[in-house]
């Protein structure tokens, strides 16, 4: 520290010599960057000469330099009779050494009476009696800076607490705040303990973030290594249960081709019989019937043998389009490690940034109340207040969550190429059961992830909104009223992570949910973006969990795009043709929307980084005559498309196709269950199709099945 030669301080209280920082910024440079913490600070009008000199680092200088001059004890020129001599005192009016005789005339006569305050005899020093509060005391006041040869007296807090003298009174401070110092320095010292033991509330949580961090990155390893191994584990079934089936395939055309030879041996044989009596004149014709059954049998055996091939390769070509799939897994889980490690860093270099800081502040304000010097500390000290003050605030936002950063999302592997095709759904519902939620609790929407974990969401008989997490079992784990009115608005639920559910609730509030503490965060959307329609409301939700993000669905064409904090990232415009969004559900970039308007249809749109694009509709159910309109939509693991269609009291499961919204199953749902919504969800049975009923309380169960 002694080192340093005319210490200039900036805003984050790290400080450097004047002729240094020249060094480091260029001319005329109107901003500079702290070689220490990084942080960039706009420079005064008057450049780095501008700066505030840190007076009390130099007043720690100035303390290191006298004792060692002590310790060393070297000749000294006495200011007054000039002759080099041991240093008996130094006047800090003076600023300058004096000789035994000099320091005892100095000290007796009344021609110095108003120095007699600011010597220090330099035994105090050799006794190790100094101490930098002694020193502040022996100080005297700073010079004016506008009449350099007075003391200042007063200070403008006006200016921001400049030392002044009493002809600045009345000429260019005329009519400023001024202040005593020693009053204004007792304030100021107050003021600077209260926010260091308002900022010491904040310490625990600054630290503790670094063990956070810590088991972020531990967590992201397993999980990486757990994903890595279910796949791995899904891989080996899928290829087992293919090569399974190949050998199932050979063994059928071997079985087949067996019977074709043992039908026609009894064809041929009867036929020989009867043909024996006219062996002689029907020879040939017999000859020709052989030759004609074995034509047909080995057509039918070449047609056998032709589909055996076609569905070996499309076999074999789904094991090649699995193993793919897999290899890009395993690299998009190796992304996604990186990305987030690269997080973890950044995060970690944050945090210990702010602790850095955090030390900074503390051990500077310590330094200046143990100072006790009037005049420094007016100068010093409105600094780190302001210091204090947007630490505290950086340590006070909310830390970024670590569960996010310590997983990884990977959409669930595609169900293998199988002889039978394509995915099937039970023909009747395989299980109901009693939803034990409490009295007086209607549902609207369901969801749940990939463990099994259920979610619903409703509304009271009183109209609040809540949320539960129920069993396949139909027990109740925990149930939570949510902020904001229920009916007649929706309220609608969807997994954005292993444990973070996102909500909608009121007319435009928007949330999350975490199942593990039970805690919730929601906001307004007109809180967070200025253009927000004050009539708009809120209809339904849905999650992008690659990216992170939530998408709201409104009674309008706009959809929203929040992060997982709630932070708007965007909106986007719907196709004309769509006029509301009843329910929305994702899938690899696609949108899926139930337009609940009164055209009653059902839409598929490519969300794209600024727009939307339309790709094609859904085509509408005919059964029974009856006028259908989409009610909700979800999709499995495999990329199906499964929606609910309500019309004149019955309800319709319809399963499309991944490309296309062709229907390719339709199973009617018993017209004594009202049911309300739908949702896909994989079991120790496999993936199934929930569906809650919205006022009996009931939990409908579909099996699909490949």
């Known amino acids: 520290m002694e080192q340093l030669k005319e210490p200039k301080i900036l805003p984050c209280l790290h400080r450097y010599c004047r002729e240094c920082l020249k060094r480091i910024v260029k001319k005329g440079a109107k901003k500079i960057e702290c070689v220490t913490c990084r942080e960039v600070h706009t420079l005064p009008?008057?450049?780095?000469?501008?700066?505030?000199?840190?007076?009390?680092?130099?007043?720690?200088?100035?303390?290191?330099?006298?004792?060692?001059?002590?310790?060393?004890?070297?000749?000294?020129?006495?200011?007054?009779?000039?002759?080099?001599?041991?240093?008996?005192?130094?006047?800090?009016?003076?600023?300058?050494?004096?000789?035994?005789?000099?320091?005892?005339?100095?000290?007796?006569?009344?021609?110095?009476?108003?120095?007699?305050?600011?010597?220090?005899?330099?035994?105090?020093?050799?006794?190790?009696?100094?101490?930098?509060?002694?020193?502040?005391?022996?100080?005297?006041?700073?010079?004016?800076?506008?009449?350099?040869?007075?003391?200042?007296?007063?200070?403008?807090?006006?200016?921001?607490?400049?030392?002044?003298?009493?002809?600045?009174?009345?000429?260019?401070?005329?009519?400023?705040?001024?202040?005593?110092?020693?009053?204004?320095?007792?304030?100021?010292?107050?003021?600077?303990?209260?926010?260091?033991?308002?900022?010491?509330?904040?310490?625990?949580?600054?630290?503790?973030?670094?063990?956070?961090?810590?088991?972020?990155?531990?967590?992201?390893?397993?999980?990486?290594?757990?994903?890595?191994?279910?796949?791995?584990?899904?891989?080996?079934?899928?290829?087992?249960?293919?090569?399974?089936?190949?050998?199932?395939?050979?063994?059928?055309?071997?079985?087949?081709?067996?019977d074709l030879e043992e039908r026609m041996e009894e064809k041929t044989s009867g036929r020989k019989k009867e043909l024996e009596k006219e062996m002689r004149e029907s020879r040939e014709r017999y000859e020709q019937a052989c030759r004609e059954e074995r034509q047909e049998a080995d057509l039918n055996f070449r047609k056998l043998k032709e589909e055996n091939t076609k569905v070996r390769e499309k076999l074999e070509g789904g094991l090649r389009v699995m193993n793919n799939e897999i290899q890009e897994m395993l690299a998009s889980i190796r992304t996604q490690k990186n990305e987030n490690a690269k997080k973890i860093e950044e995060l970690s270099d944050h945090f210990d940034s702010i602790v850095k800081k955090f030390e900074n502040v503390t051990a500077t304000a310590d330094r200046i109340l143990a100072a006790q010097n009037d005049w420094t500390d007016v100068q010093c000290i409105p600094d780190v207040c302001r210091a204090v003050d947007l630490l505290r605030e950086e340590v006070k936002r909310d830390s970024p969550g670590m569960g996010n950063l310590s997983g990884v999302t990977i959409r669930g592997l595609s169900a293998g190429v199988s002889v039978r095709g394509k995915v099937g759904i039970s023909e009747d519902v395989e299980s109901i059961v009693d939803l034990h939620i409490r009295e007086g609790m209607y549902i609207d929407d369901i969801t749940g992830n990939e463990d099994g974990t259920i979610v619903i969401t409703g509304f009271t008989s009183a109209g609040q909104p809540y949320i539960a997490v129920i069993t396949m079992g139909g027990s109740l784990q925990q149930q939570n009223i949510l902020p904001g009115t229920g009916w007649p608005y929706s309220v609608r639920c969807s997994f954005l992570s292993e444990y973070l559910i996102a909500v909608i609730c009121g007319r435009n509030q928007v949330g999350i949910y975490d199942i593990r503490d039970q805690s919730k965060r929601f906001i307004n959307l007109s809180d967070v973006m200025m253009n927000c329609p004050t009539n708009q409301q809120v209809t339904s939700i849905t999650t992008d969990p690659v990216n992170g993000h939530i998408i709201v669905g409104c009674d309008s064409r706009d959809v929203y795009v929040f992060n997982s904090k709630l932070k708007h990232v965007k909106t986007l415009k719907l196709p004309d043709v769509i006029k509301r969004a009843g329910d929305i559900a994702m899938y690899e970039g696609n949108l899926f929307v139930c337009d609940s308007s009164e055209t009653c249809r059902a839409f598929a749109v490519a969300l794209k980084q600024t727009a939307s694009e339309m790709k094609y509709e859904f085509t509408k159910p005919t059964l029974g005559g009856s006028y259908w309109y989409p009610r909700r939509v979800c999709t499995d693991q495999n990329g199906y498309i499964y929606m609910l269609w309500k019309g004149g009291g019955r309800s319709l499961i319809v399963q499309y196709t991944k490309d296309g919204g062709q229907i390719e199953l339709v199973r009617e749902v018993d017209r004594t269950h009202d049911v309300i919504a739908i949702t896909a969800v994989q079991t120790k049975q496999g993936e199934e199709l929930l569906l809650p009923t919205r006022e009996t309380n009931k939990l409908l169960t579909y099996g699909l099945t490949y």
Do not use: W
């Open 45 to 258: 009008k008057g450049g780095i000469d501008s700066l505030k000199t840190d007076f009390n680092t130099k007043n720690i200088i100035e303390f290191i330099q006298l004792q060692d001059s002590v310790k060393v004890d070297p000749l000294r020129t006495c200011i007054h009779c000039k002759k080099k001599q041991k240093a008996s005192a130094f006047c800090f009016r003076c600023n300058d050494f004096l000789c035994k005789t000099c320091h005892e005339f100095h000290a007796s006569s009344s021609m110095f009476q108003d120095h007699h305050p600011h010597i220090f005899s330099l035994s105090e020093a050799e006794a190790a009696n100094l101490t930098i509060q002694r020193l502040s005391s022996l100080k005297v006041a700073p010079r004016c800076q506008t009449h350099p040869e007075k003391l200042s007296e007063l200070c403008c807090t006006t200016c921001g607490n400049l030392p002044i003298c009493m002809p600045c009174t009345y000429g260019e401070h005329r009519g400023h705040n001024l202040e005593e110092v020693k009053s204004l320095a007792k304030i100021q010292r107050g003021m600077l303990k209260e926010k260091i033991t308002d900022l010491l509330q904040y310490k625990r949580k600054a630290y503790s973030m670094r063990e956070e961090i810590k088991k972020a990155k531990d967590k992201l390893v397993l999980n990486v290594d757990q994903e890595s191994r279910k796949l791995q584990e899904q891989s080996d079934r899928e290829g087992e249960r293919i090569k399974r089936e190949i050998q199932d395939a050979a063994k059928e055309l071997n079985t087949k081709r067996a």
